[in-house]
């Protein structure tokens, strides 16, 4: 920064503000021209080892000065000078005044005094309570890549104020950490809690670092409000740098930078677009003028970087607070539930969530046996033995499956839930060769068929499959009312729940079945006592060893009205 002392006698010169509304409204005089207006920021853009000149003409000795470059895609170099005007330009000399473009010549021949020089990233200012009469010079390039940039300059710097002004801490705090949510507090800038400016606060959340400006934030959030900034050909468009805006040049294009923009729009070229950053990776919210903020939605154990920025609303100019950086918490750790060997576990699942369950046979074994019954929604089924996966289904109903054993193997099953509600299971796991399952036998199909030409007023018959394994089959029924549809059916197909959950007034019977031949295990009956016009639900329980059963998909059956 270099700044210098104003004398006691001086008088301050003010700007005529007229004419000064007059040249902001009149954005044609200043779109791509290197006249700096007094008092307004402006937007520039730079292609990369192509340096940019811009002036700006003081009248009067011993006026304030204030310049402000802030870089927003690239690390920039600029330099400010002064070429002193001559004689009759300066004080209150007389003279019809040099063309600006006569005065600018002037500078390029002649180097001037420098004032200031920076390189980097950070915005930074030139100010000097006290500058003499004369043109300056600001000349600024980018080494890295095409960058976008913003000027402000202005020779009333007290009476503008046009950035936000910083709080006595301008540091961002982190104030809470969860999983997925992050709080951010911040000291509000005096602009508007004391000075009455209309100030809003933007957020700005991302993976890889802070940034040190607004529109270094936006540039990176879409390349293609980079492409509505860039000038338009013809004008100041030398050299063309093609990649930027998604083209990929020639080998000769490269070669040689000079080339002209006709010369350049004439080479063949392939169309590749270049890739945006996804919307996940930054995300910039404006909040109003509240300095506490709650980020949602984030993942857990992730590194976020967070930046806030105090925008005036009236100039749409913006500050940067210090930002700040921070790591959500891990997914609690689920606890693993032991299986033992030959019993029955109980599972619940929330919706979308996983259950890891630890088989640890304390004997050698040949082969496991692993049962799971799906009470509602099919589930996800993962086993691992010794860390390598041997199996992965979606199981619905019962199933059972036979794994390769190995001596002191551990497996450990991981059971995923459904997407549309809570899941309920019942696994068991067993090393134990033959002998009875407490789970029984089941057909692959376990629908309850019914014959709607053998329906009366009082009755109606049913089949369902049976299987090799002679086991015990129960039948109830439920009344239910007209408006029971598949909607109620499918909420209350719970197939865990047992006969004992139901009435005896419900039952209807049981009976023994089984069939050598699978193509003719299927048995029928026919169940009486029913009301004309009525709906039924019908469920068939079977019966394994150690009385667990499984039921099948129950059936909605009606009655007819006459007979």
Not at 516 to 532: D, F, H, R, S, Y
């Amino acid at each position: 920064m270099l700044s210098s002392m104003p004398l006691p006698q001086q008088k301050l010169p003010t700007r005529d503000e007229g004419l000064f509304q007059m040249q902001i409204r009149d954005k044609a005089l200043f779109h791509d021209s290197s006249v700096l207006p007094d008092g307004a920021e402006i937007s520039g853009y730079l292609f990369r080892d192509t340096p940019k000149r811009y002036y700006f003409v003081v009248e009067e000795d011993n006026t304030p000065l204030l310049v402000t470059l802030t870089p927003c895609d690239a690390p920039l170099e600029w330099r400010l000078t002064l070429q002193e005007l001559p004689e009759d330009r300066s004080g209150e000399g007389s003279g019809e005044p040099e063309p600006l473009e006569q005065q600018k010549q002037q500078v390029t021949a002649n180097e001037g005094t420098e004032l200031f020089t920076y390189k980097g990233n950070d915005v930074e200012s030139f100010i000097s309570t006290s500058s003499p009469s004369g043109l300056y010079q600001l000349e600024i390039i980018s080494t890295e890549k095409d960058s976008n940039f913003k000027i402000y300059s202005t020779t009333t710097p007290e009476s503008d104020q046009p950035y936000p002004e910083l709080p006595y801490d301008p540091r961002v705090d982190v104030t809470a950490l969860g999983r997925t949510t992050v709080t951010l507090a911040w000291k509000p800038t005096p602009t508007g809690s004391i000075m009455g400016q209309p100030i809003h606060y933007c957020v700005v959340i991302n993976k890889e670092h802070n940034f040190k400006s607004l529109c270094a934030a936006e540039a990176k959030m879409s390349l293609d409000e980079t492409f509505m900034i860039a000038p338009k050909p013809g004008r100041d468009f030398s050299p063309f740098d093609f990649a930027h805006f998604g083209f990929v040049p020639s080998e000769n294009d490269f070669k040689d930078r000079s080339l002209t923009t006709n010369r350049a729009l004439s080479n063949k070229m392939s169309r590749t677009y270049i890739s945006k950053p996804k919307v996940a990776d930054i995300q910039k919210i404006c909040i109003g003028n509240k300095n506490i903020f709650t980020v949602t939605d984030l993942k857990p154990d992730t590194q976020y970087y967070f930046d806030v920025f105090a925008v005036n609303t009236g100039t749409n100019m913006s500050t940067a607070f210090v930002g700040t950086f921070a790591r959500t918490k891990e997914e609690a750790k689920q606890k693993t539930v032991e299986l033992k060997d030959g019993k029955v576990t109980d599972v619940f699942i929330k919706r979308k969530g996983s259950k890891f369950l630890r088989f640890s046979p304390v004997s050698s074994h040949q082969r496991v046996t692993l049962f799971v019954h799906a009470c509602l929604d099919a589930v996800q089924v993962q086993v691992r033995r010794d860390g390598k996966l041997v199996l992965s289904q979606n199981v619905e109903g019962v199933r059972q499956f036979q794994l390769r054993g190995k001596p002191k193997a551990k497996y450990l099953i991981r059971l995923r839930g459904s997407r549309k509600g809570a899941s309920t299971l019942k696994v068991l796991a067993s090393t134990r060769a033959g002998g009875k399952q407490p789970f029984p036998a089941l057909p692959e199909d376990t629908r309850i068929k019914a014959f709607d030409k053998l329906r009366t007023c009082s009755s109606v018959t049913v089949a369902w499959l049976g299987t090799q394994e002679r086991n015990k089959y129960c039948v109830y029924r439920h009344e239910v009312p007209e408006s029971y549809g598949e909607e109620h059916r499918r909420r209350e197909q719970n197939q865990c729940a047992g006969p004992e959950s139901r009435r005896k007034s419900e039952k209807v019977l049981c009976k023994y079945f089984h069939s050598a031949n699978l193509q003719k295990a299927v048995t029928t009956e026919t169940i009486t006592g029913l009301e004309a016009g009525k709906s039924y639900l019908l469920d068939v329980y079977v019966v394994g060893h150690s009385s667990y059963s499984v039921k099948y998909q129950s059936k909605l059956v009606k009655t007819r009205k006459y007979c």
